[in-house]
């Protein structure tokens, strides 16, 4: 109710009963006294109308005022009981109003400098961002997110979502993949989650995509995207790939005659070469055969590291491989006095890769194993289903892997010890080649101490999915 | 097919050497050259079982003269095997498509080279 309408009504409530009062009274005097007596009392009646009503007067302007938001009320205290509690009570809820105001005012005041904040950090990273709610609306980004992905952020904000998604698509190389990619970091809604785009507009771009959920007390909120540009990494990788494939090509030129007039001179005429003089070709012919398995080595690593390497991704029965494997390892197994148990299990595992490629990394575990075995011991290969995936392993009953050594063992060039590197006559990469292998197939490999002692290598990879549909083994596109 | 004369295109004087000598020994004759444009020109004159071309050389590449020696109705029976010292698969697909029978990664195993360049023309795969 408006407070000019309230003030009227009570004012014309106060006149009546003193009206009333008024006439009654005249009613029992005489003509002349009762006229001046009911004039008397009108006046009188007017009068404490007036009087009565000026502290409620004060009241509402004070209440008006308070509408207005000017909150400094300060009534007297002053009349009736009733005068004092009303003109008291508006005093206090002047002053809890203004209270209340300032605490609004610096409340907004600190959602104000909270947003400056939050938008002066995204606006300073060097990284994109896209905020996303629930509903998968975008809710903020920040301009290098446009500039990244090459949009204003006027129209990251504004567009529809599915037409920023197509977009996107024709931005990229392989639009299929973009969206398969982008369902993966929303299907793991609590989970952090990373892949690579490569983008073509004007130029080539390599961006690393991060997300992960934005979570409260409620629930996950939302999702956060962040872009990295990481052009400059993936070209100066391109650079040492291209590198290590010319410097292979430029050596693999002179050890091809060298090998080759190697093998002939030993081959030819060997009956009239002296036993020493056999002896010294036959070091060069051992250590231009380990210098080509060295430079093949590298060259493969720098493959397959740099996705360069062309995967023939198909499903893989791994009975077959590890029986294949196996019996690949016989011949260097019987010359070193060990035994290869293999054993596939009773499910028909399958995965999806690169036989050739995995033949490989199995191999080199074995190959390890027995070289690293003691005589008389058995190397046992084994598959197993787990809930990641299946995972294949190599134990041996060798002297194991010093726990200090566990970290480095898969980065090239890693050995045990020097003196192994005669023993062994392996390049130092195999392991490192096998780790590239398994993580181009989505896996992981490791090393772990065997029960009783020796150790056990293991390598996981994704299932094949139910649906048959074999998973993605190359590196980012 | 019988194959008893090769002619064989290297421009590393070495490896070009060394290749004669291993095929020499394997019973062959051997005619060694420096680059395609010498191998077209002593297809003119007289023809050979097996033409063997290194990838890279100056001039006339090995591609380049396999594609010609495809071209030309009076040499195209004549298998041809590429050498390189490349490993890109590229390159042995593009050899496929010139028209070569094979393809011979270096380094090669210059005992085995004979018997590798026959398995290669005997099972054009």
Same mark, same amino acid.
């Given at each position: 109710?408006?407070?000019?309408? &309230?003030?009227?009504?009570?004012?014309?409530?106060?006149?009546?009963?003193?009206?009333?009062?008024? &006439?009654?009274?005249? $009613?029992?005097?005489? /003509?002349?006294?009762?006229?001046?007596?009911?004039?008397?009392?009108?006046?009188?009646? @007017? $009068?404490?109308?007036? !009087?009565?009503?000026?502290?409620?007067?004060?009241?509402?302007?004070?209440?008006?005022?308070?509408?207005?938001? +000017?909150?400094?009320?300060?009534?007297?205290?002053?009349?009736?009981?009733?005068?004092?509690?009303?003109?008291?009570?508006?005093?206090?809820?002047?002053?809890?109003?203004?209270?209340?105001?300032?605490?609004?005012?610096?409340?907004?005041?600190?959602?104000?400098?909270?947003?400056?904040?939050?938008?002066?950090?995204?606006?300073?990273?060097?990284?994109?961002?896209?905020?996303?709610?629930?509903?998968?609306?975008? !809710?903020?980004?920040?301009?290098?997110?446009?500039?990244?992905?090459?949009?204003?952020?006027?129209?990251?904000?504004?567009?529809?979502?599915?037409?920023?998604?197509?977009?996107?698509?024709?931005?990229?190389?392989?639009?299929?993949?973009?969206?398969?990619?982008?369902?993966?970091?929303?299907?793991?809604?609590?989970?952090?989650?990373?892949?690579?785009?490569?983008?073509?507009?004007?130029?080539?771009?390599?961006?690393?995509?991060?997300?992960?959920?934005?979570?409260?007390?409620?629930?996950?909120?939302?999702?956060?995207?962040?872009?990295?540009? !990481?052009?400059?990494?993936?070209?100066?990788?391109?650079?040492?790939?291209?590198? @290590?494939?010319?410097?292979?090509?430029?050596?693999?030129?002179? #050890?091809?005659?060298?090998? =080759?007039?190697?093998?002939?001179?030993?081959?030819?005429?060997?009956?009239?070469?002296?036993?020493?003089?056999?002896?010294?070709?036959?070091?060069? #012919?051992?250590?231009?055969?380990?210098?080509?398995?060295?430079? +093949?080595?590298?060259?493969? &690593?720098?493959?397959?590291?740099?996705?360069?390497?062309?995967?023939?991704?198909?499903?893989?029965?791994?009975?077959?491989?590890?029986?294949?494997?196996?019996?690949?390892?016989?011949?260097?197994?019987?010359?070193?006095?060990?035994?290869?148990?293999?054993?596939?299990?009773?499910?028909?595992?399958?995965?999806?890769?690169?036989?050739?490629?995995?033949?490989?990394?199995?191999?080199?575990?074995?190959?390890?194993?027995?070289?690293?075995?003691? /005589?008389?011991?058995?190397?046992?290969? =084994?598959?197993?289903?787990?809930?990641?995936?299946?995972?294949?392993?190599?134990?041996?009953?060798?002297?194991?892997?010093?726990?200090?050594?566990?970290?480095?063992?898969?980065?090239?060039?890693?050995?045990?010890?020097?003196?192994?590197?005669?023993?062994?006559?392996?390049?130092?990469?195999?392991?490192?080649?096998?780790?590239?292998?398994?993580?181009?197939?989505?896996?992981?490999?490791?090393?772990?101490?065997? !029960?009783?002692?020796?150790?056990?290598?293991?390598?996981?990879?994704?299932?094949?999915?139910?649906?048959?549909?074999?998973?993605?083994? =190359?590196?980012?596109? | 097919?019988?194959?008893?004369?090769?002619?064989?295109?290297?421009?590393?004087?070495?490896?070009?050497?060394?290749?004669?000598?291993?095929?020499?020994?394997?019973?062959?004759?051997?005619?060694?050259?420096?680059?395609?444009?010498?191998?077209?020109?002593?297809?003119?004159?007289?023809?050979?079982?097996?033409?063997?071309?290194?990838?890279?050389?100056?001039?006339?590449?090995?591609?380049?003269?396999?594609?010609?020696?495809?071209?030309?109705?009076?040499?195209?029976?004549?298998?041809?095997?590429?050498?390189?010292?490349?490993?890109?698969?590229?390159?042995?697909?593009?050899?496929?498509?010139?028209?070569?029978?094979?393809?011979?990664?270096?380094?090669?195993?210059?005992?085995?080279?004979?018997?590798?360049?026959?398995?290669?023309?005997?099972?054009?795969?």
């Amino acid at each position: 109710m408006r407070p000019d309408r &309230l003030s009227c009504r009570v004012t014309l409530a106060l006149v009546a009963p003193a009206t009333l009062v008024g &006439l009654a009274a005249g $009613w029992t005097r005489q /003509p002349l006294l009762m006229t001046g007596a009911a004039v008397a009392l009108a006046l009188a009646g @007017v $009068w404490v109308v007036r !009087v009565a009503s000026r502290p409620l007067v004060a009241a509402t302007a004070a209440a008006e005022q308070l509408a207005t938001g +000017n909150f400094t009320v300060a009534l007297p205290v002053t009349g009736s009981c009733e005068e004092r509690a009303l003109a008291d009570a508006l005093n206090r809820l002047g002053a809890a109003t203004a209270r209340r105001d300032e605490q609004l005012v610096g409340a907004l005041e600190d959602a104000a400098t909270q947003r400056d904040r939050f938008y002066s950090i995204i606006e300073a990273s060097s990284d994109g961002l896209l905020l996303y709610d629930r509903d998968r609306r975008l !809710v903020a980004t920040n301009l290098r997110c446009g500039e990244l992905l090459g949009f204003s952020v006027n129209e990251l904000l504004t567009s529809h979502v599915t037409a920023l998604q197509e977009a996107m698509e024709q931005r990229c190389d392989q639009p299929e993949l973009y969206r398969e990619r982008l369902e993966q970091h929303f299907a793991r809604s609590d989970q952090p989650h990373q892949d690579h785009l490569v983008l073509r507009d004007r130029r080539r771009r390599v961006l690393r995509r991060y997300s992960r959920p934005v979570i409260n007390q409620r629930g996950i909120q939302g999702r956060v995207f962040t872009y990295t540009d !990481v052009t400059a990494e993936s070209d100066l990788d391109r650079m040492k790939s291209e590198f @290590v494939s010319t410097a292979s090509h430029e050596l693999r030129t002179p #050890l091809t005659s060298v090998h =080759g007039a190697l093998q002939l001179a030993l081959s030819g005429s060997a009956a009239h070469l002296a036993e020493e003089d056999r002896e010294l070709l036959e070091i060069s #012919l051992a250590n231009t055969e380990r210098l080509v398995r060295l430079v +093949n080595d590298l060259l493969d &690593l720098s493959k397959i590291e740099s996705g360069r390497m062309p995967f023939v991704v198909q499903p893989v029965a791994i009975n077959a491989l590890i029986e294949e494997a196996a019996r690949g390892m016989q011949g260097l197994a019987a010359t070193r006095d060990t035994r290869i148990v293999a054993s596939a299990g009773a499910a028909n595992l399958v995965v999806s890769g690169d036989r050739d490629h995995l033949l490989r990394v199995i191999t080199n575990l074995l190959s390890n194993a027995v070289k690293y075995s003691p /005589p008389g011991t058995e190397v046992r290969l =084994g598959a197993r289903p787990t809930s990641e995936g299946i995972e294949i392993s190599v134990e041996d009953q060798g002297p194991g892997v010093p726990i200090d050594h566990v970290d480095r063992l898969f980065r090239p060039f890693s050995r045990v010890g020097a003196q192994e590197r005669q023993t062994t006559g392996g390049t130092g990469l195999g392991l490192a080649i096998s780790r590239a292998i398994v993580e181009q197939h989505g896996g992981r490999i490791w090393v772990e101490r065997a !029960v009783p002692h020796g150790c056990r290598f293991a390598f996981l990879l994704p299932a094949l999915t139910p649906a048959g549909a074999p998973a993605e083994a =190359g590196r980012a596109a | 097919m019988d194959i008893r004369t090769i002619l064989l295109a290297e421009d590393d004087p070495h490896i070009r050497r060394v290749s004669e000598i291993a095929l020499k020994r394997d019973g062959f004759t051997v005619t060694a050259v420096t680059d395609g444009a010498e191998v077209l020109q002593l297809l003119e004159d007289r023809p050979f079982d097996l033409v063997v071309l290194d990838g890279m050389m100056p001039n006339i590449d090995g591609l380049e003269t396999c594609r010609r020696i495809k071209a030309d109705p009076r040499t195209r029976h004549i298998p041809v095997v590429m050498l390189s010292a490349r490993t890109q698969t590229s390159d042995e697909s593009a050899s496929r498509a010139a028209g070569a029978v094979g393809y011979i990664r270096k380094p090669f195993d210059a005992l085995g080279l004979g018997n590798e360049l026959r398995r290669l023309c005997a099972d054009p795969a």
